[in-house]
């Protein structure tokens, strides 16, 4: 756990939710976002993952995470320090209709480690936690966001990309069901092993690491927004019981879900 952390929505654009770590030794399990992610090293050196890459990255660089991206992010030896900014999909899809037009969807950014971006996203942060920033956060994250824009890329294709999605559906519309392979190889009108390779190569992850890290992204959003017991919450997204649904929870927040909780009743 770190020595000091917050994770706040800002005040000055409440699409996008802050995060700062400092002299952490947390750990995290490969997962995903449903917004896109930027963060940027302030101490010490890390072992990214994104996907199949695998990168030593240390202070100033700032990495790139699209929403659904598998990655993980941990300190190579002792503590590290580190700023995140979680930015909502369909806020950001926007803008870059804006730019560019296109389809009702966001486009994937390019996984990328920018080694110069430290004192750009310094004053953005910055103007972010200020309840009077909006115009100049605005005007910051767009300008931090332009190199990106200009290198965007489309997202991966597959050739069975219709059935995965379809199975894809059927996990996020039963996530708190126990689901066989064989059902989702059937919506998918699949074989089990074209199922898991396709899937994985789709989503980065298998459909049981899928659907695990969905239920966690969702008790992220109720544990913001409901008053709910954390036994419930559990056994609702089809948590064998509080305890199962903790491990797995700290795994890829380094917080449990009362911790989590608690920075957002104060927040």
């Known amino acids: 756990m770190s020595q000091e ?28 976002h449903d917004e896109f992610s930027f963060g940027v090293i302030d101490q010490g050196h890390t072992a990214y993952r994104n996907r199949q890459r695998l990168e030593r990255i240390g202070v100033g660089s700032m990495v790139t995470v699209n929403p659904g991206e598998v990655h993980a ?31 009702a969807d966001y486009q994937c950014f390019p996984d990328i480690c920018n080694p110069a971006a430290s004192a750009e996203f310094d004053a953005l942060f910055a103007s972010l936690r200020r309840s009077d920033g909006a115009l100049e956060a605005e005007g910051r994250l767009v300008e931090m966001l332009q ?13 069975h990309q219709r059935g995965l999605l379809r199975a894809r559906e059927l996990i996020m519309d039963r996530l708190g069901s126990n689901l066989q392979l064989d059902e989702l190889a059937e919506a998918a009108e699949l074989n089990r092993y074209q199922l898991i390779r ?18 966690i992204k969702l008790a992220r959003s109720r544990l913001r927004a409901e008053a709910v017991s954390l036994n419930h919450l559990a056994l609702d997204l089809g948590f064998a019981d509080q305890a199962h649904f903790q491990r797995h929870f700290k795994l890829r927040t380094a ?13």
Not at 255 to 267: I, K, M, S
């Open 198 to 215: 396709g899937f994985k190569r789709l989503y980065g992850q298998a459909p049981h690491a899928y659907q695990l890290d969905a239920r």
């Open 5 to 32: 952390q917050f994770l706040q929505r800002s005040p000055a654009l409440p699409v996008i939710e802050l995060r700062q770590a400092d002299r952490s030794t947390a750990c995290y399990q490969a997962h995903t």
């Open 147 to 159: 190199p990106l824009f200009a290198q965007q890329q489309e997202g991966p294709q597959t050739l």
């Open 255 to 267: 917080l449990t879900p009362g911790q989590y909780r608690a920075f957002h009743q104060t927040g």
């Open 73 to 103: 992010c941990n300190p190579a030896a002792g503590q590290w320090s580190y700023r995140m900014l979680f930015v909502d999909a369909n806020w950001l899809g926007a803008l870059q209709r804006d730019a560019f037009g296109g389809s």
